[in-house]
T-cell receptor, first 115, second 115 residues
Framework: GAGVSQSPSNKVTEKGKDVELRCDPI?????LYWYRQSLGQGLEFLIY????????KSGLPSDRFSAERTGGSVSTLTIQRTQQEDSAVYLC?????????????FGQGTRLTVV | AQTVTQSQPEMSVQEAETVTLSCTYD???????LFWYKQPPSRQMILVIR??????QNATENRFSVNFQKAAKSFSLKISDSQLGDAAMYFC????????????FGKGTKLSVKP
């Protein structure tokens, strides 16, 4: 596709339920990132995938959060047993390579609301 | 750990005027990269401008320029000839070459443009 695509755009879930958020990166981009943006806050790094290397999971806030990237393309962020503090916008980004100066292209995010 | 601070939660500028958004950061590294991202209401983060710390010359992209003061750890964004479409949240971000996945963001500055 032309850009990073995320689905769903909005998700409302009940506390305690599991949710899956999807990210389709730009074709050919080897690096993929997930960030969380809480109301009034900046972006918080969650996880980073680069090619076939082991992902950098250092930003995941708890073991309820996990992510995978299948075939080096689509990524799914899963939140188990959702809590109200998980309510936020989840942004995915991809870049052509993992270089630190490389531009990251962002999707429009998924707004997750836990009620 | 590196931190990024944006001390202006909100700024306002008259159309066609110039505005400067402030950003300071804290790091013990000598080599790093700095970015300004724009986030309109659509939520999609868009790269505005970037700077490599080892370069003395300030980056410029059309109406956008930075004032990079390495010793002061300051990275301000100047927007000249402000346009209504510039209204958005602006985020300053830091990336270490040793942590390629992790962009560290400030909390953002909301810019309003008055016609």
């Amino acid at each position: 596709g032309a850009g990073v695509s995320q689905s769903p755009s909005n998700k409302v879930t009940e506390k305690g339920k599991d949710v899956e958020l999807r990210c389709d990166p730009i074709s050919g981009h080897t690096a993929l990132y997930w960030y969380r943006q809480s109301l009034g806050q900046g972006l918080e790094f969650l996880i980073y995938f680069q090619g076939n290397s082991a992902p950098d999971k250092s930003g995941l806030p708890s073991d309820r959060f996990s992510a995978e990237r299948t075939g080096g393309s689509v990524s799914t962020l899963t939140i188990q047993r959702t809590q109200q503090e998980d309510s936020a916008v989840y942004l995915c980004a991809s870049s052509l390579s993992g270089g630190a100066f490389t531009e990251a292209f962002f999707g429009q995010g998924t707004r997750l609301t836990v009620v | 750990a590196q931190t990024v601070t944006q001390s202006q939660p909100e700024m306002s500028v008259q159309e066609a005027e110039t505005v400067t958004l402030s950003c300071t950061y804290d790091t013990s590294e000598s080599d790093y990269y700095l970015f300004w991202y724009k986030q309109p209401p659509s939520r999609q983060m868009i790269l505005v401008i970037r700077q490599e710390a080892y370069k003395q010359q300030n980056a410029t992209e059309n109406r956008f320029s930075v004032n990079f003061q390495k010793a002061a750890k300051s990275f301000s964004l100047k927007i000249s000839d402000s346009q209504l479409g510039d209204a958005a949240m602006y985020f300053c971000a830091y990336r270490s070459p040793r942590s390629q996945g992790n962009l560290i963001f400030g909390k953002g500055t909301k810019l309003s443009v008055k016609p």
